[in-house]
């Protein structure tokens, strides 16, 4: 096993004596041996620091968790530096190419591939708790018609917990199993229906016969009545989106997912939570954003004029940069190569050269070179789905079904796990020091 901490030495060795780290206090003389262990130091260990008895002790400060470890993890890594991304120890390309996307969730919650048995019960698990229950149609129709159908997601999702009261007893792992197969099963139900409620269409119930991206997309494009034969290039790529997206460790939706799972809520919760925070712009809205940018640009001319404004600050060039990343997003080289195969079947989109004239632009651009930003999995992934006739809000609510099983694998690995705790970040209090209450006739 490997951590990006430790990728020199064999993580879970126990501290050798040289495998400490001296620190010497100047404010007062005295010197600490804080032990290292897989390439860390305790944030906690800091706290012996003390100037005298009554100070708390050392902190370390970092906003955006830009260099703290929130916990162990052997579900996916990442190294990006040169590009690399892994669920279970498996390169994202091999599974992209050979895995379906039923199979992935299998790997990142069980940690092994399945057998042929197993993946064929996990499929029809899955799909036998598709159907959603009729309170949670209501929940979706009671919303605007144009309501974002992030915002329906997340509050639907949510709302499964009402109707599984059990999903409270966190210490069952079959009974934790069994949210994650149901929230793995309706997440589509539910996404589909907040699309269906925006276009003014009946909600579908899904088919347990079919496979899950085909699911999907017939419960979002068929007419009541009509089924749709889809092109089975679409159906792969949808699955191969789908995996792309399965996880992607401690990013800021499954931080959240972990962050309030700590405080022993229902799964239902932690997961709504999750959609909550990918709905964000510079996470999970990211690849609508490419969308409008690409529209806007409008032409392959206007890219200079564009590219200036991105090195003037006055624009993000949306798609690009990635906090981990410091290389091409290897996912976003497949997404790349599916974008094409979908065009195959659907037409050329216009915007696809735009943004491939862009990617070639910036590549070569001193400001994005310096930076080390390069495309990420969103570059592409928005005009994949604009191909199937998405609109931009739903394409964060694709991302959110693809990322599922990864936050249901993340939260299912914290409730086992013993060092965890309620997560409680400290501050650096920066404000008032204590003053007396002024009554409302006495201030200006
Ligand atoms: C993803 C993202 C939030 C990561 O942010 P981060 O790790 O905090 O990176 P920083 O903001 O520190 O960026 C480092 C430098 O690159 C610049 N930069 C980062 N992403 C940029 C982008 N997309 N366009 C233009 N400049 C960018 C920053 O301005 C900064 O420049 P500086 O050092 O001269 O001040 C950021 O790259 C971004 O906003 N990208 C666009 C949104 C997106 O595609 N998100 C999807 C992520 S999968």
Redesign the pocket.
Same mark, same amino acid.
Do not use: I, K, T, Y
């Given at each position: 096993m490997t951590t990006k901490a430790t990728k020199r030495a064999p993580a879970k060795k126990a501290a050798a004596a040289s495998e400490t780290l001296t620190v010497t206090d100047n404010r007062t003389g005295k010197t600490y041996e804080l032990p290292i262990v897989d390439g860390t130091i305790k944030a906690t260990d800091l706290r012996t620091i003390k100037v005298d008895d009554d100070d708390f002790g050392m902190m370390t400060y970092d906003p955006?968790f830009m260099n703290t470890a929130s916990c162990r993890s052997a579900i996916t890594f990442i190294d990006g530096d040169v590009g690399i991304l892994r669920y279970r120890g498996y390169p994202i390309d091999q599974l992209a190419e050979k895995s379906s996307f039923l199979e992935v969730s299998y790997l990142l919650n069980y940690g092994e591939l399945p057998n042929k048995t197993q993946l064929s019960e996990w499929t029809q698990w899955i799909n036998a708790h598709a159907f959603v229950d009729e309170s949670i149609r209501s929940v979706v129709e009671g919303f605007r018609h144009d309501a974002h159908p992030m915002a329906v997601l997340q509050a639907a999702i949510g709302g499964l917990s009402t109707i599984y009261p059990e999903s409270k007893e966190l210490g069952d792992p079959d009974n934790r199993m069994q949210q994650i197969v149901r929230l793995m099963a309706k997440t589509p139900t539910i996404g589909a229906w907040a699309f269906r409620r925006n276009i003014g269409r009946a909600l579908l119930n899904p088919n347990p016969e079919r496979s899950y991206a085909s699911n999907l997309l017939h419960m979002m494009f068929d007419e009541s009545g009509i089924e749709y034969n889809f092109d089975p290039r679409i159906e792969r790529a949808l699955d191969i989106l789908l995996i792309l997206h399965a996880d992607h460790e401690q990013n800021c939706s499954t931080s959240a997912v972990r962050s309030v799972g700590s405080s022993e809520t229902d799964v239902y919760q932690a997961a709504s939570a999750g959609v909550a925070a990918l709905y964000g712009?510079?996470?999970g809205g990211?690849n609508e954003?490419v969308l409008k940018m690409l529209r806007r640009i409008g032409s392959k001319d206007n890219i200079p004029d564009f590219v200036q404004g991105?090195k003037e600050r006055r624009e %993000?060039?949306?798609?690009?940069?990635?906090?981990v990343y410091k290389n091409y997003d290897p996912r976003a080289k497949i997404v790349h190569k599916t974008a094409h195969e979908v065009f195959e079947v659907t037409g050329v989109n216009p915007l696809l050269e735009i943004a491939v004239e862009l990617e070639k632009i910036a590549l070569e651009d001193e400001f994005f070179v310096a930076?080390k %930003?390069y495309p990420?999995?969103?570059f592409y992934s928005g005009l994949i789905y604009e191909a199937l006739k998405l609109p931009a809000e739903m394409f964060t609510v694709m991302f959110a079904i693809g990322r599922m099983p990864g936050w249901l694998a993340q939260w299912n690995e914290l409730v086992g796990d013993s060092e965890q705790k309620i997560s409680r970040p400290r501050q650096i209090y920066v404000g008032y020091d204590e003053r007396n209450y002024v009554p409302m006739s006495k201030r200006k």
């Open positions: 955006a712009p510079l996470h990211a954003s991105v %993000l060039l949306m798609g690009f940069g990635h906090r930076r %930003l990420n999995v969103d």
